[in-house]
């Protein structure tokens, strides 16, 4: 089993709906992250959290909220999907420390139309 | 702002061709590095990193990457490549001491057999 799940895999979605990624870890890691991916872009942070108490706006937050329900899960919401939030979204965990070293989840392939 | 560049985003070659990819960052202090493989279709793996110590790093499949502080690089290397080694790849560098993770923008690498 993976140690970093996300679900669902893929969503294909319309615009102006409501969709939530979630993300969950058996690592026993205090940090998570939402990346999205654009084609040329490479990977943009959504946010991060660094325990339950802890969440942090990344570079582009703009149109997502976050929710960290427990040390193991961490969730993404768009509250009205929009086409250019059509991407695909990775879920990430690290250790505590200043390593920085990343797990992922598989992603999640959001479109919407 | 603080960056990481990663330079030629698409690099098609042959097998047993040697591969070198290119890496500056523009944080001034001490960095830890890692370059990320991404298969296609999967999530990213990490490929190799860099603490500290011999600034000559081996990681899997037969890769290596070169950190050069004076010039603020972290190159990724591989003599050899084969079919199999088709992904995109992504250094990633964190700052000592901050909390989050920047990337490249990846490079596209497609080997033809």
């Known amino acids: 089993d993976a140690d970093v799940t996300q679900t669902p895999r893929n969503r294909i979605t319309k615009t102006g709906k409501r969709i939530m990624l979630e993300c969950s870890q058996t690592k026993g890691h205090d940090r998570m992250y939402w990346y999205r991916q654009d084609p040329g872009l490479g990977l943009r942070l959504i946010y991060y959290s660094f325990d339950v108490k802890d969440i942090n706006k990344g570079e582009i937050s703009d149109g997502y909220s976050v929710s960290r329900q427990a040390q193991a899960k961490f969730s993404l919401s768009l509250e009205s999907a929009i086409p250019n939030q059509t991407a695909l979204y990775f879920c990430?965990?690290?250790?505590?420390?200043?390593?920085?070293?990343?797990?992922f989840g598989e992603g999640s392939r959001l479109t919407v139309l | 702002a603080q960056s990481v560049s990663q330079h030629n985003h698409h690099v098609i070659l042959s097998e047993a061709a040697s591969l070198e990819l290119g890496c500056n960052y523009s944080?001034?202090?001490?960095?830890?590095l890692f370059w990320y493989v991404q298969y296609p279709g999967q999530h990213l793996q990490l490929l190799l990193k860099y603490f500290s110590g011999d600034p000559l790093v081996k990681g899997i499949k037969g890769f290596e990457a070169e950190f050069i502080k004076s010039k603020f690089s972290f190159n990724l290397r591989k003599p050899s490549v084969q079919w199999s080694d088709t992904a995109e790849y992504f250094c990633a560098v964190i700052p000592y001491g901050n909390n989050r993770l920047a990337f490249g923008k990846g490079n596209q690498v497609v080997v033809i057999p």
């Open positions: 944080y001034g202090g001490t960095v830890n």
């Open positions: 990430a965990t690290s250790a505590g420390g200043s390593t920085g070293e990343l797990f």
